[in-house]
């Protein structure tokens, strides 16, 4: 069974064909048509798989995109964090100081539990 073929013309700079005949040439390619074919296959699938996988089945795009046009409410719980990110973004050299007398706090704590 024959496969059915289409044409496909192809103008480039005359620097990257030479840079796509140095890669025949290394890569082992017979002809430049056959190199450029199987990179540019190779980029093809791998765009799709990407796509594919990232939003498996058109029920998966739908929730996914009605989710992004009607978000739901925040609820208490992440007003909340909202809440204390905000503060933390707005004292972020008291929240340093905090953090570092806790942990020196911590390693006298552990010396001392060391040397009974």
Known sequence: ?????????????????????????????????????????EKAESIIEEHKNWLTSERDRETFFAILASPPKANASLKAAVRKYEAALQEPEKTTKASTRKVKSNAVKKKNIGSR
Do not use: C, H, P
Not at 12 to 19: P, R, T, V
């Open 1 to 41: 069974m024959a496969t059915e073929t289409a044409r496909l013309d192809v103008r480039l700079a005359k620097n990257q064909k030479e840079l796509f005949e140095e890669a025949v040439d290394l890569g082992g390619y017979s002809t430049l048509t056959q190199f450029i074919l199987d990179a540019a296959m």
